[in-house]
């Protein structure tokens, strides 16, 4: 090339050093995507030890404590290190500042501390699986936790009440973003759907997460100094604990899903080359979830003795959140109709994503059913359930978004045909994996046991096939991406020809992200003629 | 702006310093909703094991010292005070009465913490510490409202314990800016976590040291 390279956020600052104290956010999106990756291959290598001992029904690959254990260790890293901040921490830290034509988040500083609480969390975790592991289940429940268990349950409740903290970190951080640093014309209204995904999440981790801290503090307290306050032999109630875990873990499950149906929004618009059917609504419905998600946490205690007419109430309460759910998937598909649709990559893992919802969201109507929850309760159905939605939705709008936005993020492009193959078998694997778990729990094959009767075989040993299958998908998705950091070829500035800010911007973006001060002119996905015409003013060019 | 403006710090994410006030003002704002979301869930279980245990709320209160309580609802509610004239004095850009009420209301926490170590070790030597130890096994109830008692005042006397370190360290970013013209926000915020810290404890003392039958 005969022009010099301007430098970008990548390569104008070198060394370990200038990343771990960077204050650039998208740096620290790179790093959160880092720790991830090592959480993602422990919670998923326990995942494959629990495949392998479902192959027969004998419990011989693994006692049963090993097996409590890696099914506890599987459950906790994945969903407090992996799940709850893949799409926030990463994608969100990248790309809500670019989206909304600001050079940062409002706190860089907090943000890049909010990191180092993660890891350091991180790291306490990774110590309770050394010393001794954890086979509470990632619930924790009391008095089992509390009274009985002789694993490290005191060092795992310390870890996630430390990594809480960088949720509540983030959470504040975007929303004082979102309120604050929005660029000139980018009104409420005009904000990408990723962005209002993330400010309803971001609600959710600042007003719920607290009460998860508090309550594993009090696991802790209770374990350390004997307080009694979960403990039926000091007169303490372990229900108490249900609620308390509840009221956070419900709200969770929003944290790991909204951001993913953003990731979806945007591709959705991009690759039908219109705007998203019903804006308004959509970005209405994630705000709707967010609310009624805090008030339908006793729906997993339907069994632990709650009284009837609570049981009726949270019952109706969990039905109204599938309204907003199915406003957005309804939205999604209306965008389709007359849409100029394009199918690449990352529309494939959107595709996929709306299909796994579908299922995972229509089976979580059988569990808020007072009568069906009972047969279901504590059966594989749950745990299908509860995958589509947590893991297969999620990572699958975790993986489109990364898709979506890796040319932005390395200014790589990479292998096409690879990436739509890895969706398709990511998809087929997936559903291999958890369908046969639906059929397992109807039949009333209990979670959380090693050893199994002899007629559930068939089922088990196709889901752990499918998990194979499901694993080659991610282990490719992992090579391809890797690959193409190096000899991918070099993206352009909008590969997809998507609207938004970060596509206007270089790829990888400058430090500052902009050379130019961006002013929203247009309404958001701007696709169609019969909006104005998109228009950038260079100021500081 | 003005040329005195331009001596405040910008940060580099900012267009302009309004844009950075209401920022970290918001920002303050929803760190405090967390903290009554953090404290909301000891409140709870207050609530509900009051509820189920009456006798052993009103028997377990009687090992606090409503003096002492008493007196450290004054201390902290001329703390609160003393924090307020040093955000007004902030406000008047006049630094030395701000350091000096800054230097009034540590002084003033270091004082709650002391009371509060008095109680503390009273109630150890008494064994009305939960635990194998506890003097009233017989009555769980008892154990149970000590056990919030500490939790409580433990995380509250925690918060205590941060306002100290921070409101030290305005004080000496006080001192050391005082030829410039400085901002009050920085003072202003540290002095809405305080009265939050004192507001959790306005309703500490009557909820722990103040039931009657
Ligand atoms: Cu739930």
């Not at chain 1, 306050?229 to 604990?241: Q, S, V």
């Not at chain 1, 973006?509 to 019969?530: C, G, I, S």
């Not at chain 2, 920002?27 to 094991?49: H, S």
Request: with cysteine; glycine share 8%.
């Amino acid at each position: 090339m005969s022009i010099a390279q301007k430098p970008n956020y990548l390569d104008s600052e070198l060394g370990i050093k200038s990343w771990l104290t960077t204050l650039d956010h998208k740096r620290i999106g790179i790093m959160y995507l880092l720790v991830i990756c090592v959480f993602f291959i422990v919670g998923g290598s326990m995942a494959a030890l629990i495949r392998a001992e479902l192959l027969t029904p004998k419990g011989d690959l693994l006692t049963s404590d090993a097996y409590n254990k890696a099914f506890t260790i599987h459950g906790v890293t994945l969903v407090f290190w992996v799940l709850i901040p893949a799409v926030p921490a990463v994608l969100g830290n990248f790309c809500l500042p670019l989206m909304i034509g600001a050079r940062d988040v409002a706190f860089p500083r907090l943000n890049l501390l909010s990191w180092y609480v993660f890891t350091i969390g991180g790291v306490f975790g990774i110590m309770a699986v050394i010393f001794g592991g954890i086979d509470t289940g990632w619930t924790f429940y009391t008095p089992y936790s509390t009274s009985f268990s002789h694993t490290s349950v005191v060092l795992a409740v310390t870890a996630v009440f430390i990594t809480g903290f960088s949720s509540i970190m983030t959470g504040l951080n975007f929303i004082v973003t979102i309120h604050k640093m929005r660029a000139p014309g980018m009104t409420w209204f005009r904000l990408p759907l990723f962005v209002w995904a993330n400010y309803a999440t971001s609600l959710i981790m600042v007003l719920a997460t607290p009460v998860i801290a508090i309550t594993v503090f009090l696991v802790g307290l209770e374990k350390v100094a004997h307080i009694g306050i979960f403990d039926p032999a000091l007169g303490g109630d372990p229900i108490l604990f249900q609620h308390m875990f509840w009221f956070y873990s419900h709200p969770a499950v929003y944290i790991m899903i909204l951001p993913p149906m953003g990731v979806i929004s945007e591709i959705v618009a991009c690759f039908c080359r219109k705007r998203i059917f019903g804006y308004e609504f959509v970005a209405y419905s994630s705000l709707a979830i967010a609310i009624i998600g805090f008030i339908v946490w006793a729906h997993h205690l339907f069994t632990s003795g709650l009284s009837t007419y609570s049981a009726m109430v949270f019952s109706f309460l969990t039905f109204l959140v599938a309204i907003p759910s199915a406003v957005k998937v309804f939205n999604w598909t209306a965008t389709f109709y007359k849409g100029e649709i394009h199918f690449e990559s990352p529309m494939y893992f959107a595709i996929g994503f709306i299909g796994l919802f579908l299922i995972g969201g229509l089976t979580g109507l059988f569990l808020a059913s007072l009568g069906t929850d009972i047969h279901f309760q504590d059966t594989y159905f749950v745990v299908a359930h509860f995958h589509y939605v947590m893991v297969g939705s999620a990572i699958m709008g975790f993986l489109g978004g990364l898709h979506f936005w890796w040319p932005k993020i390395t200014g790589k492009l990479y292998a096409e045909g690879l990436a739509r193959w890895a969706a398709v078998i990511i998809f087929l694997g997936f559903n291999f994996t958890f369908f046969p778990q639906f059929i397992l729990g109807y039949l009333g094959m209990p979670r959380r046991y090693h050893s199994y009767s002899d007629e559930f075989q068939v089922l088990h040993v196709c889901s752990s096939l499918g998990a194979t299958v499901l694993g080659f998908g991610y282990i490719l998705t992992f090579c391809y991406l890797l690959y193409s950091v190096k000899f991918g070829a070099k993206a352009p500035k909008n590969p997809w020809g998507a609207k938004g800010f970060e596509w206007v911007t270089d790829s990888p973006p400058p430090t500052d992200n902009f050379d130019f001060k961006p002013v929203m002119r247009e309404e958001a996905y701007a696709y169609k003629p019969d909006y104005e015409a998109p228009e950038v003013v260079h100021e500081r060019a | 702006m003005s040329a005195h403006e331009q001596e405040l710090h910008l940060g580099h994410q900012f267009e302009d310093l309004k844009q950075q006030i209401e920022s970290y003002t918001i920002g303050m704002w929803i760190f405090l909703v967390t903290e009554v979301m953090f404290f909301g869930g000891l409140f709870t279980a207050y609530i509900i094991y009051r509820a189920k245990f009456p006798e052993g709320w009103v028997h377990g209160h009687h090992h606090l010292d409503w003096r002492l309580g008493g007196l450290n609802t004054l201390i902290l509610l001329t703390s609160s005070l003393t924090m307020a004239l040093a955000v007004r004095a902030a406000m008047l850009n006049k630094w030395k009465p701000q350091v000096l009420f800054l230097v009034c209301t540590v002084l003033l926490a270091f004082g709650f913490m002391i009371v509060k170590y008095f109680e503390y070790s009273k109630k150890f030597r008494e064994h009305i510490v939960p635990g194998p130890l506890f003097a009233h096994k017989d009555d769980p109830g008892q154990e149970l409202f000590m056990g919030l008692y500490f939790a409580l005042t433990g995380l509250h006397g925690f918060h205590v314990l941060i306002g100290i370190l921070v409101i030290s360290a305005i004080t000496i970013r006080t001192i050391n800016m005082r030829r410039m013209r400085q901002d009050f926000i920085p003072v202003e915020l540290v002095g809405l976590y305080w009265h939050f810290v004192d507001i959790v404890w306005i309703f500490l003392y009557p909820l722990l040291y103040l039931i009657s039958k």
